[in-house]
T-cell receptor, first 116, second 115 residues
Framework: AQTVTQSQPEMSVQEAETVTLSCTYD???????LFWYKQPPSRQMILVIR??????QNATENRFSVNFQKAAKSFSLKISDSQLGDAAMYFC?????????????FGSGTQLTVLP | NAGVMQNPRHLVRRRGQEARLRCSPM?????VYWYRQLPEEGLKFMVY????????ESGMPKERFSAEFPKEGPSILRIQQVVRGDSAAYFC?????????????FGAGTRLSVL
């Protein structure tokens, strides 16, 4: 079974600075999908960014980018120019590519605080 | 273009009562997933359904929990004879079920409190 580990329960960053959230995973599959979801105080789960394992290029969405290291099974999220609205719990998630095991496996989350 | 709709947002039940949680997927989505989030934890998969079929229920407790996704109407997660340990946030997600379209979109969740 796949596992996802987020080793930083809490992180903080100054507004306008850059922060990196870590995520590692364990899998025997060669193809899969990785995601970062954000959960603000409203508790709504919001997709931040996604990465297909077969793509070598790191995904980027505006101020959010990932550092995907397939051999190391590492998938970190970088938030540039942090804003107060980025404060939330961030979850890393893994999904198998096909078959019946389509569910997401989540890490335990990193609580990000943005300091004004 | 409505997103995934869950209701109610908050549900309070006494021990021994039944809880029914509803999820209407995004328009055009035929796959539904239910997840449970205990306090201070990440989301844990419970069950994956397509219309009229349970595809994977490996994360669902064997007793008291059931789920359905009928041909017409929302998906329902049903918890019978609730206990305090069932208190959690329950999230529904949906996806189109089209090959290559794999993103799951989440509802706002239902927070169940068992007194």
């Amino acid at each position: 079974a796949q596992t996802v580990t987020q080793s930083q329960p809490e992180m903080s960053v100054q507004e306008a600075e850059t922060v990196t959230l870590s995520c590692t995973y364990d899998t025997s599959e060669s193809d899969y999908y990785l995601f970062w979801y954000k959960q603000p105080p409203s508790r709504q789960m919001i997709l931040v960014i996604r990465q297909e394992a077969y793509k070598q290029q790191n995904a980027t969405e505006n101020r959010f980018s990932v550092n995907f290291q397939k051999a190391a099974k590492s998938f970190s999220l970088k938030i540039s120019d942090s804003q107060l609205g980025d404060a939330a719990m961030y979850f890393c998630a893994y999904r198998s590519p096909s078959g019946s095991a389509r569910q997401l496996t989540f890490g335990s989350g990193t609580q990000l605080t943005v300091l004004p | 273009n409505a997103g995934v709709m869950q209701n109610p947002r908050h549900l309070v039940r006494r021990r021994g009562q039944e809880a029914r949680l509803r999820c209407s997927p995004m328009k055009g989505h035929s796959h539904v997933y239910w997840y449970r989030q205990l306090p201070e934890e990440g989301l844990k998969f419970m069950v994956y359904l397509q219309k009229e079929n349970i595809i994977d229920e490996s994360g669902m407790p064997k007793e008291r929990f059931s789920a359905e996704f009928p041909k017409e109407g929302p998906s329902i997660l049903r918890i019978q004879q609730v206990v305090r340990g069932d208190s959690a946030a329950y999230f529904c997600a949906s996806s189109p079920g089209i090959q290559g379209i794999y993103i799951q979109y989440f509802g706002a969740g239902t927070r169940l409190s068992v007194l």
